[in-house]
Each structure stands twice: as C-alpha cells, then as structure tokens.
C-alpha cells in the first residue's frame, strides 16, 4: 500500500516514447512542475498530451513543447503559449480543441469507466460538424480536420457525442498526500488534477506534503488513493516554486 517512490525522476522513468499523458493545472496553477520537469531530463518523445492548456513559453508542459517532445495536445485553451501557436500553423504540432466542460467531463467519464456520453455542448458549431483544424500543412492549409460527430436528440435538444478519455500516465500535484496516494489540494489547484488522475492508467501524484495513512480526515479527501499509483514528495523548495502566471499589483 505504500506508493511513495524515491524521487521523481525514478516515478516517470518507465514513460516511453509514444506514452500518452493527462497532466493537472490550470494555467500555472497546480502544474505538477517537479514530474514535468523529470519527465523532460528523462528524454521521452512522441508525446501525446490532455490538459486544460500547455503551460507558457518556459514553464510547464511548454518546456516538453519547446523541446519538441509533444506531437499532440487535446486541450481547451492556448493563448499564453506563443511557441505553442508557432508549432500548430506551422504543421509541427496536432491539436484538438475541446470545450473546456466537456474536456473536463471526458476526463472524469473515462476515470469512471464510461467509454462516451451525449452533452449540448459545441452542437452548431464546428465541435460537432467537423472541420476544426487538427493539423495544418507547411502550406498553410489544412493537412487534418475533425471529423463529425454523432448527433442525437434529447428532449427536444440536440446533443453531440462525446468520448471518455484515459491515458497511460498522468502526472498532478497535491497540497497533502499519504503513503496510500489519498490527496487534498489546495484551493483553485483543485481544478483538473482531480480529474486528470482519474484519467491516467498509472497516475504520479506530487505532493508538497507527505502524511502518514490517518493523517488525512476522510471528510477532506479529494481524490481516494485508488486512483493513485506513485507518490513523489517534493522538498520544501520544490515545494514552495510556484510561479505566477500574470502578477497584477495596484497603485498604493
């Protein structure tokens, strides 16, 4: 029951080339900073990645991006990424937008073992008829687009169907964890790390505090240990390393 590994270079050293990962954080809030980065010194390619977005230029996911280790990105939102935009019209890069509730549900759906489900969000719109742009070519134009989807009606509205998605890894980061991989995070790093390690075949929590099983009241668990397989502790300056996205100050 103890899935506390040693470091967290030995936590990701068996993700190989062509491993699909779901990675938590929104923005640069509750990246899992430490994995990513052994993930990078690790030297894994060909990477497939599902996250809310892909980190900025220089942090986060954008470090494997910058390296060009990430060939896919099924994601919601890439605007602080200009490296990020580059790669995608340049044809170097496939990308697959997704409504960020639904990708959320698809993450959720597939930790719970639900291979689709039918939601009224993206119906009118390219999501659902196809054509997005996956992949463009060196010319400019469109080397692969979405295809279609499946439409049905329910109650009088339509509604598209959408994929559950699970990965190989995922790799999320916790305010609180224990030997038995049960996590508590902290405030808005709450967002898609719950739900990326429910994804994610074998999931790598980093955590910036380790407890002992008890510790943690079960009232304050947010995500059980069943769905955690290694747990990396993370020093007290990896701890304390958090960027901010967009510093916003007043005048005094």
Not at 34 to 56: D, K
Not at 129 to 135: A, C, D, V, Y
């Given at each position: 029951?103890?899935k ?7 936590a ?8 699909s ?10 990246v899992p ?24 230029d ?6 494997l ?30 990308v ?24 009224p ?7 659902a ?7 463009y070519?060196?010319?400019g ?11 049905r009606r ?15 890894f ?5 305010a609180?964890g ?8 902290s ?6 790390n ?8 074998i ?21 059980p ?20 996205e ?7």
């Open positions: 029951m103890d506390v590994v040693g470091s967290a270079e030995e990701v050293a068996d993700i190989g080339d062509g491993a990962l779901a990675v938590g954080g929104f923005g640069l809030s509750g900073d430490t994995l990513i980065q052994a993930l990078y010194r690790q030297g894994a390619g060909e990477l497939s990645v599902v996250s809310n977005n892909c980190g900025v220089g942090g986060g996911l954008g470090i991006l910058a390296a060009g280790r990430i060939v896919r990105v099924t994601g919601s939102y890439v605007g602080e990424n200009k490296e990020f935009a580059r790669r995608y019209l340049a044809g170097d890069l496939e697959r937008l997704v409504p960020q509730g639904t990708l959320a549900e698809r993450l959720r759906a597939g930790g719970c073992g639900i291979p689709a489900f039918f939601t969000a993206g119906v009118g719109s390219q999501v008829e196809g054509g997005l742009p996956w992949r070519a060196a010319d134009g469109v080397a692969v687009a979405a295809p279609a989807k499946e439409i329910f109650d009088g509205r339509d509604h598209v169907l959408e994929r559950g998605i699970t990965t190989d995922a790799l999320v980061r916790a609180r224990d030997r038995h991989g049960n996590l508590v995070f405030k808005s790093a709450r967002n898609f719950p739900l990326a390690a429910m994804a994610g075949r999931t790598i929590a980093e955590v910036e505090e380790l407890v002992e099983p008890g510790d943690l009241d079960p009232d304050t668990v947010h995500l240990g069943v769905f955690v397989q290694r747990v990396v502790a993370l020093t007290a300056e990896q701890a304390a390393d958090k960027r901010v967009k510093r916003t100050v007043r005048t005094a």
